[in-house]
């Protein structure tokens, strides 16, 4: 089946909820369009001496809010089409929990498992020396994502800071704590997966506790969902990365698989548990399941084979809005990724505010503001989904479903500042 492109899908969720909400089109027009996209193209020496080029990208999808906010990604698979849509969700997702950030997303062309630490040194600061026009913690501020960490924010911090002439900490989050890094920060987009599980599982008047839970990708995200919700009592019955799929019915050891992913990067050593393909965790019975790995991965050529009655998007983009259509009519709840998956940019902004003032907060401060951000904004979300005008197919009392309701939410307020700031000039 040929890849949905994610823009698209980004494009068709805002144009659902702009007509469930009658957004005027002069706003929804300019809330369709990037407002920057930067390419770059640059050599690196190697380790064997040979010289290759590497193309990355930096899209500042809308500022109206403020600097823009995103990660920045290392795949094979990272293409313009991928970060104007990842961009794109970070709008929304700022907005949404009403942080006063744009979005942006980053990522360079390659394939981090085969690079060894000094040649993802070299990438890293080549790459932020090529965006740097665009950098700075009141226009753009990176984040770690998929295959870059708290190390890759140091060594884009650094470049910035020796190419300006002075140390700048604000300009990415997600840094070791020693530069400025947020406590907290590191587990905080899997906490916030784990809180909005709680949350709705809650509104639905279920029991956490022995919930059997899937969670597909099991990187930061993934791992730290499974790790929390074990915490408050779910059991997880299923795990994969991009190297195997691994299924326990009785539970699986959350800790020992987190010690295998930090000592090999990967699942497949692990022994313990029936291997299968990774895709196939999909499909298993079990009543929630977390989508942490990438987009596109519930499609409307297999959301009829998904047996939960739960979806908690950790990653961004992974259900097809067809997809989407399909699960409203089995009554499957979806809390949508700019929800599910918020804590990671939420704690980014307290560490931006921490770095600005020079006043660093404790780790219990940092995850009781987390906490107190997200169970507001799903009780807005909650109540925007049940108050609206009636969607047929949503079943369960939501008039319409949780990923309308929180693009709702999030473009009233986007909505709100044009209302305010015009259109320049």
């Known amino acids: 089946m040929k890849k949905f492109s994610v823009a698209e899908m980004s494009r068709q969720q805002v144009e659902t909820a702009a007509k469930a909400m009658n957004l005027p089109k002069s706003i929804s027009d300019v809330l369709m369009c990037p407002k920057r996209v930067l390419r770059v193209t640059f050599p690196i020496k190697m380790d064997d001496g040979s010289v290759q080029c590497f193309t990355g990208y930096r899209c500042q999808y809308n500022d109206g809010r403020g600097p823009t906010k995103g990660g920045v990604r290392y795949h094979p698979d990272v293409c313009e089409d991928e970060v104007i849509a990842l961009a794109a969700w970070m709008t929304w997702k700022c907005s949404l929990v ?100 709680r949350e709705l599982y809650r509104a639905l008047n279920k029991p956490l506790k022995d919930a059997k839970v899937i969670i597909q990708g099991f990187g930061n995200v993934g791992s730290y969902a499974a790790y929390f919700l ?49 895709d196939e965790i999909l499909y298993q019975e079990a009543d929630i399941l977390i989508p942490a790995a990438l987009e596109n991965q519930i499609r409307e050529d297999n959301a009829d084979k998904i047996k939960v009655k739960v979806i908690v998007e950790g990653a961004n983009g992974p259900t097809t809005p067809a997809a989407d259509k399909i699960l409203e009519k089995r009554g499957v709840y979806v809390a949508p990724d700019i929800l599910a998956n918020a804590g ?20 219990k401060e940092v995850n009781d503001r987390l906490e107190h951000k997200l169970v507001k904004t799903f009780s807005e979300v909650w109540n925007k989904a049940k108050n609206m005008n009636p969607d047929p197919l949503q079943k369960g009392g939501m008039n319409v479903s949780l990923r309308v309701a929180a693009y709702v939410v999030a473009l009233e307020r986007i909505a709100e500042v044009y209302k305010y700031r015009g259109i320049f000039p």
């Open 98 to 197: 009403d942080l006063p950030y744009g979005g942006a997303k980053g990522g360079v062309i390659c394939d981090p498992l085969k690079l060894s630490e000094r040649e993802l040194e070299k990438i890293t600061r080549r790459y932020t020396a090529e965006i740097m026009p665009v950098l700075g913690p009141n226009k753009d501020i990176p984040a770690p994502d998929v295959f870059t960490t708290s190390k890759t924010m140091a060594w884009m911090m650094d470049t910035f800071s020796m190419m300006t002439g002075h140390t700048e900490p604000a300009v990415v989050t997600g840094k070791p704590e020693v530069l400025g890094g947020s406590k907290g920060r590191k587990e905080a987009t899997g906490r916030g997966v784990a809180i909005i599980t």
């Open 344 to 363: 990671g940019v939420i704690v980014s902004h307290f560490e931006w505010v921490q770095a600005l003032s020079g006043l660093y907060w404790e780790e």
């Open 230 to 278: 074990n915490q408050m009592g779910a059991k997880i019955v299923a795990v994969s990365d991009s190297s195997t799929g691994i299924i326990d019915p009785a539970g699986l050891d959350v800790k020992s698989l987190m010690e295998c992913v930090e000592k090999h990067k990967l699942l497949e050593p692990y022994t313990k548990g029936k291997k299968v393909s990774r």
